[in-house]
């Protein structure tokens, strides 16, 4: 930590993950960070059934509680400010970013519904979480319908709108449950509401609109589409649309309310809200075109500014303005990459290999290849280029030799493989990717960050900081209380990375293109139709926990 100064001015970062969220004090003048606390969700991921004796979940369900998000904001921010030592009255502003797209339904003050007492058992009332994949079928509506009607939005979103996004979890509650849609006044991102319980306005953000939101050039979808998904899916963006305001804006102060949570002075800037992977292109000093930051935790986001906009297959968006003023921001994504490995551990390897560090330490004596596999990274789905949530994972190669370490390295690298799909994507498309930027949890492990360099044959650079969505936030904060210009000059001054710290082994990216054909062959037949055995066996299986859920008459029926 870096020594503080009474002369300094500092802002807090506050970033909400999937599990758990983080503040971070930062110094306005260098970007040093002075303290950090977690505070990790009460309640974390709901995806079995609701709270206190609430009811069962479907399959593919992940919710959330909105009072774990403002626990972050008594718990953490104080307990950050006194690890970094600094005098509250110092801090001049707080910005925060949220996974996305993380939603949920509100009254008209921003109440949201799970907290009203009769709805609170309704599971469509609380918090869509980005990984509540249950909406497939309506997002293969609202697309099939969109190419029908040739609606000029689709293609900014490489053809397919997700299951992820705003209007598909919209379009679920309306078909599932009409009067928790109905009492909606307001359908909001997560990114979006923490703001309004900062400073007590209600205000959307360029990002979450443009891409979890279908805005494009100045509006949402028309309500003749609307109306043709269904007849009272018509009023959706009127629940959906706010005053918009662009990244590093200054969305309100903090209220005394939010000022007795976080221990900070009511009236200091309170920064729009953001996404944790665009975010963290400012604090990895990523925001020049060509530099894609690839944000790896849990799972992956893929994010990059380019010079002009381009229809990219199977990208999440391309938006104006969606990750730094001036820039077209593109994203794309996978669903699944640290959930994966953090699966194999605890469910597949045996007592003694249980262990991220012994399996990449036995990974890393092989060399390329040696392993005879090749998997397809959809534990959950693909995200990017695919944008099917029904598909699922698959590992060929095994044989009675295959060993644990065998089979981490092959998930390993089929991360990779979609990534490099990601990135000759976006260059066949005309937008060009020179370099990478590596941030989240992922980067302690060499290993896997030597595979991304030889599989994808390109420089890796990694952030600076062990925080970088908070950092992030912090240095948008610092725009919005008018410390600096623009988040580029803020970006400059706080940012940090550390240019090519991986760089591709010429004999590696050689085993890889061979690997990587075999992947994309893979990829391709599983994902494009040449079986769809995958989305069969969903089916069957989503049926028979259907079939297992729901009650049954156990008196013995007598035939006479």
């Given at each position: 930590m870096s020594e503080v100064d009474a002369a300094d001015r500092y802002v807090i970062g506050v970033d909400f993950g999937t599990l758990s969220g983080r503040a971070l004090v930062v110094r306005v003048r260098d970007g040093a960070e002075l303290g950090t606390a977690v505070h990790e969700y009460r309640r974390g991921v709901i995806e079995t059934a609701l709270p206190d004796g609430g009811p069962p979940l479907p399959p593919d369900w992940a919710l959330q509680d909105p009072d774990d998000y403002r626990d972050v904001l008594r718990e953490a921010v104080p307990a950050a400010l006194a690890a970094a030592g600094v005098d509250p009255a110092r801090v001049i502003g707080i910005g925060t970013d949220f996974t996305a797209c993380t939603v949920l339904p509100t009254l008209a003050d921003g109440t949201p519904l799970c907290e009203v007492p009769e709805l609170r058992h309704r599971p469509h009332a609380w918090v869509k979480l980005w990984k509540h994949h249950a909406a497939q079928p309506q997002a293969d509506r609202i697309n099939a319908l969109a190419h029908e009607r040739g609606e000029p939005w689709i293609g900014r979103y490489g053809g397919k709108i997700s299951a992820e996004w705003q209007f598909a979890k919209g379009l679920q509650i309306l078909a599932e449950d009409p009067e928790v849609y109905r009492r909606a006044d307001r359908f909001i991102e997560a990114a979006d509401w923490i703001v309004w319980e900062l400073c007590g306005a209600e205000t959307r953000n360029?990002?979450?609109?443009?891409?979890?939101?279908?805005?494009?050039?100045?509006?949402?979808?028309?309500?003749?589409?609307?109306?043709?998904?269904?007849?009272?899916?018509?009023?959706?963006v009127t629940k959906l649309d706010g005053p918009l305001l662009p990244l590093g804006d200054r969305a309100g102060t903090l209220s005394a309310r939010a000022a007795a949570w976080t221990g900070l002075p009511e009236g200091i800037a309170v920064a729009v809200g953001n996404v944790d992977a665009h975010v963290t292109s400012a604090s990895a000093q990523a925001l020049h075109p060509g530099r894609l930051v690839a944000i790896m935790g849990t799972s992956t986001c893929h994010v990059l500014n380019g010079t002009h906009p381009a229809e990219v297959p199977g990208m999440c968006g391309v938006v104006d303005g969606g990750i730094s003023p001036g820039a077209w921001g593109y994203e794309a994504g996978q669903s699944g990459v640290g959930d994966i490995f953090g699966w194999f551990v605890r469910h597949a390897a045996p007592a003694g290999l249980d262990s991220h560090e012994r399996l990449t330490e036995l990974a890393a004596a092989q060399p390329v290849g040696v392993h005879g596999l090749v998997a397809l990274d959809w534990w959950n789905g693909n995200r990017s280029l695919l944008v099917n949530h029904d598909l699922s994972g698959l590992v060929v190669g095994l044989t009675l030799a295959t060993r644990p370490a065998d089979v981490y390295r092959a998930l390993l690298e089929a991360t990779a493989y979609g990534t490099r799909m990601i990135i000759e994507a976006f260059a066949e498309a005309g937008v060009p990717v020179d370099d990478l930027v590596v941030a989240g949890g992922l980067t302690s492990n060499r290993l896997l960050m030597q595979i991304y360099a030889d599989v994808t044959n390109r420089p890796l650079g990694i952030i600076g900081s062990a925080q970088g969505p908070a950092l992030g936030s912090a240095i948008h904060a610092a725009v919005a209380a008018g410390a600096y210009p623009t988040v580029h000059e803020a970006s400059a001054a706080m940012g940090r990375v550390d240019e090519g710290v991986y760089r591709p082994i010429p004999d590696n990216v050689r085993a890889y293109d061979a690997l990587y054909a075999e992947y994309?062959?893979?990829?391709?037949?599983?994902?494009?139709?040449?079986?769809?055995?995958?989305?069969?066996?969903?089916?069957?299986?989503?049926?028979?926990v259907d079939a297992a859920a729901a009650p049954h008459d156990s008196t013995l029926e007598v035939v006479g």
């Open positions: 360029a990002c979450t609109a443009g891409y979890k939101g279908i805005r494009q050039d100045g509006q949402y979808p028309s309500q003749d589409y609307l109306a043709a998904l269904d007849p009272d899916f018509t009023d959706f994309r062959a893979l990829h391709d037949h599983f994902g494009r139709g040449g079986n769809d055995v995958m989305l069969r066996l969903r089916a069957i299986r989503n049926a028979a």
